[in-house]
């Protein structure tokens, strides 16, 4: 943050008083007293000055009023298929059926929160810049909450097109993404996705009913190997749109979650991007299964498509060995924070 930056930098200038002091009294050492001053001394006024340095704005350092959760995202999905879409493309790329007719760059939306700026610069250019042109007009409507969701939804596209790189092998001790939390329920049990964090990793599954009944089960079979390595399983029902009445499914082990899931499903539905053969996948079909896995402080950490992935978490060794990884990694990065910066 930008208060513990300048807090390191003033204790390095605090350091270089105190050597240069050090150096003269008791080594008589003017030189080195000379050096070591003004050598560390730099370095902290460089490291305290460079976030004051920053172009800010009013709100540069505000926090979201709006928890960066599932229903947030998926609200703010809907925003910005209303208000943003036409012009930057159902995907952000700045490709939308309107963007050839106008005279401006239209600006690819995957990168907006990935360029120095914070999530306040973000409510800034939405409130006082960008609300004041003609493309942008009908961000007016919109009240504080609905532009942390727009937001919250621009930072998980930007998440998703980072996290392209994510395969059924962990790269060890490489924490980066975060993954969104949700609150789930079912007949029997109810919580929230961080409410695993520091305790068990998990192997998160959106399955289609009864398409993968035999996964299911082939994962309850598995189950006891799958929670000696320290992991849980959430599976989620994808919401088919239909007036189908759901269908009851066998007792499982696990948590299976069928009610509300639509604005889970469409959240983690970002994060099926992936990269492969040097080409971006984003596959519009509508999502019929995919796995993540999450490690016990709350990072996504490896994807199963069985549409684009040749290596297969039906093959449970291979599955059991990148649990072991996880169970046996330290503390890398501290849990991702509730609300986006």
């Known amino acids: 943050s930008v208060q513990t ?14 050597l240069s002091l050090y150096f003269l009294r008791f080594k008589h050492l003017k030189k ?4 070591a001053g003004f050598c560390l001394s730099t370095v902290g006024v460089t490291i305290a ?6 172009k800010a704005y009013p709100d540069t350092y505000r926090n979201s009023s709006v ?4 229903i947030s995202i998926d609200n703010g999905r809907q925003l910005y298929s209303e208000h ?18 106008l005279d401006v760059m239209v600006m690819d939306l995957n990168h907006m929160h990935s360029a120095g700026s914070t999530a306040g610069d973000m409510y800034w250019n939405f409130t006082q810049e960008l609300a004041v042109d003609n493309f942008h007009s009908s961000i007016n409507s919109l009240d504080e909450d609905e532009i942390w969701e727009l937001i919250n939804y621009l930072n998980a596209t930007t998440a998703s097109s980072n996290g ?6 962990i790269e060890p001790n490489e924490p980066f993404l975060g993954a969104p939390n949700f609150y789930y329920s079912t007949d029997t049990t109810s919580g929230h996705l961080i409410d695993h964090r520091k305790k068990n990793a998990l192997l998160l599954v959106f399955f289609s009913w009864p398409e993968e009944k035999s996964r299911l089960d082939n994962l309850k079979n598995h ?3 799958i929670t000696a390595n320290n992991t849980d399983i959430i599976a989620i029902e994808i919401t088919k749109p239909s007036s189908e009445a759901p269908t009851n499914k066998p007792a499982y082990p696990f948590i299976v979650v069928t009610e509300q899931t639509e604005p889970i499903t469409n959240t983690y539905s970002l994060f099926r991007r992936s990269f492969m053969d040097e080409r971006d996948v984003d596959d519009t079909r509508p999502l019929t299964h995919i796995e993540y896995l999450i490690d016990r402080f709350g990072y996504l950490r490896a994807r199963w498509n069985p549409e684009h992935n040749s290596s297969q978490w039906t093959d449970f060794a291979l599955l059991t060995n990148e649990l072991k990884k996880l169970a046996n990694e330290p503390e890398i990065l501290p849990p991702p924070d509730e609300h986006v910066h």
């Open 5 to 18: 930056q300048v807090l390191l930098g003033l204790m390095l200038i605090s350091l270089a008083i105190g």
């Open 32 to 35: 080195m007293a000379i050096i």
């Open 49 to 54: 000055l460079q976030p004051l340095a920053v």
């Open 67 to 70: 928890p960066y959760d599932a």
């Open 84 to 101: 943003c879409a036409s012009c930057h493309g159902a995907e952000g790329k700045g490709d939308g059926a309107l963007a050839e007719a």
């Open 164 to 169: 392209t790189s994510l395969y059924t092998y």
């Open 223 to 225: 189950y006891k190997d």
